[in-house]
């Protein structure tokens, strides 16, 4: 006669590795995917806000998401870099200057690029 027995996921250190490794691989491929969208276009005619999302393409995306919905960098839209940064000024500033995780772009973007990125982040995402 055949006995009943649970059946049980395997457990130990070998099995939890696995579930750690997986969870790491769909966390990546999330972050990756969410990247790899390009940003919102620009609407109407103005360089300067095609060089803002230009520069934000290259630069900031990888951090803050191909819309600035956050990820490994802040959230940027839906005005909320507007309550950070009450004034152009002040975000430029930290562009320009960096602060904690989020490093200095001074010295690789010209000012026209920080301001326009700055203005697209505000005017755009």
């Known amino acids: ?9 395997p ?17 990546v491929a999330a972050f990756v995917t969410g990247c790899a969208a390009p940003p919102p276009e620009v609407t109407g005619d103005d360089p300067e806000l095609v060089l803002g999302r230009d520069v934000f393409a290259r630069n900031c995306a990888s951090c ?3 819309a600035g ?12 870099v507007i309550e950070a940064f009450p ?6 500033a930290m562009v320009a200057e960096g602060r ?7 010295d690789r973007l010209t000012e026209e690029e920080q301001r ?3 203005r697209y982040i505000r005017e755009i995402l």
Do not use: C
Not at 1 to 9: D, K, Q, T
Not at 69 to 80: C, D, H, M, R, Y
Not at 87 to 92: C, V
Not at 100 to 106: K, L, T
């Open 1 to 9: 006669m055949a006995r009943n027995r649970l059946i049980s996921a």
């Open 11 to 27: 457990s130990g250190p070998r099995t939890r590795r696995a579930v750690m490794t997986l969870a790491a691989v769909v966390a």
């Open 64 to 66: 803050h998401g191909s």
């Open 69 to 80: 919905g956050g990820g490994v960098g802040s959230q940027l839209s839906e005005g909320v």
């Open 87 to 92: 004034t152009i000024e002040a975000q430029i």
């Open 100 to 106: 904690n995780n989020m490093p200095a772009f001074g």
């Open 116 to 118: 326009a990125v700055a």
